[in-house]
């Protein structure tokens, strides 16, 4: 539904659903948060859930289901092979994007698995508007380099570019002509492209990257795990689109690509993933990995009730007023957030508001992880947690050099149906708090830090004494007897 206007002149997001299961939060003293914290290494994927008032890590698997998919979980056929819930995941994929063949994956990282093992030989390249943590660790295993060829738009902090997700088409054409076809193993592209702040594509460019890849005989693989809130960025934002129905849309996306895969903790409010794809011989290709990685070709891995769920949760993104909660959420947020002077990627994107760290605390040098230091300062401020996506989320070169990030963000992901809008509101007003007192916080150190994908649980500590200074700073002012 557009959205509503209200006589008082307002603009919130309204909810086009309604609450019928709640779950109790638990909202600790600061210094037992600071407790927390510290036992987890200042890495908020190391905290206890428990111990978390509100938990925007990651719109991964935990967006709220609805009462339709609930009940379609409960006639789930339990098969090893040939379930008739396989075949309703099926048809229902056949049905929105078109493509004969899919093969299941037990979520969105295990079908790159299978893509780079098939597809990525060394010395290839796969060039994408951006990277993803989990595509690039899956392409460089197998020896493979990713190339990001974003638009320059796209890592412009502040923008009112309403499409920073799309490729760099012209870059795409000088890249073949200078390493040819062959080199090139597929190009992937992104949708609602994730670590630059969900900032999502045009159809346009769908339409003109994907062109160039079949022009020199390509493959073009659509990463589709972030793709309802493009569609709803599409629908409201792409000039000439806004008559299309998001079926639509939807069909007109998949009929540029070769393969769609997705992580089904995104696309679908479920847990699982798979990979669609066009031609059969591709098909067979990669068929022989799933039952050897994931399990039998009918369920991937995944269970057959979040099968069910899955399903439910593809027709209902089909339905604006079913993925335009999550956007309307996050722009109420980026918007207040901007008002307040508080630096924040915009224009508002898809999956989560993004503090950008690096203007927030210009003062931490980036080897000093700005983003991650802001991601526990708000933790300790609020019992939010949120997720560094900056130079600690990056993996270090094979000399040992670490790379520094394009970007340093706090990501504060929305999972879809889940929080209310006066929770929104006490998250904007700790961030408000936290910026006024910017200039307490410090950097962080590894104590541990892993060699792949490091940020999932390296451990860290803060450089000199700023916690005990932000946490008594905040009982003075804020109180908050518990
Ligand atoms: C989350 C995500 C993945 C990985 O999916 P998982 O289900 O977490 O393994 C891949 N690509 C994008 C764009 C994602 O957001």
Known sequence: ????????????????????????????????????????????????????FLDMLTDSGVNAMSDQQQAAMLIA???????????????????????????????????????????VKPGTYVPMNYHFTTSKAHVTAMGGEVLELITPAGLEVTSTNRFKGNFDVAALERLIADKGADAIAYVRVEAGTNLIGGQPLSLANFRQTTEVCHKHGILAVLDASLLADNLHFIKTAEPGCEDLSIPEITKAIADCFDIIYFSARKLGFGRGGGICIRDESLYRQMRGLVPMFEGFLTYGGMSVREMEAITVGLDETMDEDMINQ?????????SELDARGIPVITPAGGLGAHLDAKRFLPHIPQPHYPAGALASALYIASGVRGMERGTLSEQRDADGVEPLANMELVRLALPRRVFTLSQVNYAIDRIAW???????????????????????????????????????RFRDELGESL
């Not at 008082?8 to 037992?32: A, D």
């Not at 007192?437 to 999932?456: T, Y």
Request: aromatic share 12%.
């Open 1 to 52: 539904m557009a959205k509503v206007t209200f006589f008082s002149g307002q603009q919130l997001p309204l909810e086009m659903h309604k609450v019928r299961i709640i779950q109790k939060l638990n909202l600790l003293p600061i210094e037992e948060r600071r407790r927390a914290i510290s036992e987890a290494g200042y890495n908020t994927f190391l905290l206890n859930n428990s111990d978390v």
């Open 77 to 119: 056929d339990d098969a090893y092979a040939g379930s008739a819930t396989y075949t309703r995941l099926y048809n229902k994929l056949v049905e929105i994007f078109g493509m004969t063949y899919f093969l299941p994956a037990h979520q969105g990282r295990a079908a790159e698995h299978i893509l780079s093992r098939s597809l």
């Open 326 to 334: 999550g956007p309307q959420f996050i722009e109420h947020m980026v």
């Open 434 to 472: 936290l910026f006024s007192h910017r200039d307490l916080i410090g950097g962080l150190q590894f104590v541990e830090e892993p060699e792949i994908l490091r940020f999932f649980y390296g451990r860290l500590e803060p450089i000199g004494d700023w916690v005990d200074q932000l946490v008594a």
